[in-house]
């Protein structure tokens, strides 16, 4: 069954919002924050930036001045607080039609993008819920566009075609983030969203139709959902014990297939036959073990993660 969202709302009145001006050392990847950690530092720039409207407010300009100061520490370990902070730059350059400072700002924009959640998915996921069920797509990025393709089973679209894309630039309009209340995992509090679109072939007329969609990102994990047929489905990334022999399994789906399209003189048929059945027989192998391996590891997920958003 696809997995719901829902959008709540806002995050608990309740939740307190504290934070010291002290920031704890965190581990960092190329200078930025990452997962849960990405998700605390947000947190953190945002009870600030409630501090220094309040300190403002009350005329207390050396509390906010403090608050200003960790407001900007931490925002440089937000790779999109950067980012946006390179682009206003980048705009201050155009307008002094200073071309050294524009080149290098661009640069480091983009050094920086593939910093951000959005970029970092690509490789093999297999869908958990729904009509994609056990089903691998490979997630490949052209340029800013995000691209799903089916190499594993052929529901919804054949192997080998895309089944949906997204625009994933930090530029690009997108839908508000979906606020979810009562999560314990600082990622799940709130879901960015990506515009896009997902393709459906009618298997009676083989027509292809592209429909409307959006990405949704939830911690480790995400769904695509196809917008007017209300289609969400969940994806989790593949375990790189199972990587290889789906790589294996699409290299002999591959040579079955080409043993198939090729017609045998007939005093030879009985060679490539044979071949044809050794193929089929590791492939039927292989699928069952990979089934069984990535059940195993779709049990052993956050399935509390699961179910606190299906609660929402």
């Known amino acids: 069954m696809a997995m719901g969202f829902h959008e709540s709302e806002t995050l608990d009145e309740e939740e307190e919002c504290t934070v010291e001006l002290e920031l704890a050392p965190m581990s960092l990847l190329g200078g930025f924050a990452r997962g849960e950690e990405l998700a605390e530092v947000r947190h953190t720039i945002n009870c600030l930036q409630s501090r220094f409207d309040e300190a403002i407010d009350s005329s207390d300009f050396d509390e906010a001045s403090r608050c200003r100061e960790a407001i900007t520490e931490a925002q440089e370990r937000d790779p999109l607080a950067k ?20 080149e290098r ?6 050094v920086v993008k593939h910093y951000l959640p959005q970029y970092g998915l690509e490789g093999l996921w297999v869908g958990r819920s729904g009509a994609l069920k056990k089903q691998v797509i490979r997630i490949s990025y052209e340029d800013d566009m995000l691209v799903g393709t089916k190499i594993y089973s052929d529901n919804i679209v054949p192997s080998g075609e895309v089944i949906f894309k997204v625009k994933v630039s930090p530029e690009a309009t997108q839908p508000q983030p979906i606020d979810v209340a009562h999560v314990t995992d600082p990622r799940l509090k709130k879901l960015e969203r990506y515009t896009g679109k997902g393709r459906v072939v009618d298997k009676k007329s083989k027509s292809t139709h592209w429909l409307p969609g959006q990405m949704i990102l939830v911690g480790d994990y995400f769904a695509f959902a196809w917008l007017p047929i209300n289609l969400q489905i969940f994806f989790m990334r593949v375990p790189d014990n199972i990587t290889a022999q789906l790589l294996t399994l699409e290299e002999d789906r591959q040579s079955l297939d080409r043993l198939m399209s090729v017609e045998a003189p007939e005093s030879e048929s009985s060679s490539p036959l044979t071949e044809r059945e050794e193929v089929t027989s590791r492939m039927g192998g292989d699928e069952m073990e990979m089934e069984m391996q990535m059940e195993a590891e779709a049990d052993a997920g956050p399935e509390v993660q699961q179910r606190e958003l299906n609660d929402e």
């Not at 700002?105 to 983009?110: A, F, H, L, V």
């Open 105 to 110: 700002t661009s640069d480091q924009m983009r």
């Open 83 to 102: 980012y946006n902070s390179l682009r206003a730059h980048k705009l201050q350059a155009e307008s002094r039609q200073d071309i050294a400072a524009m």
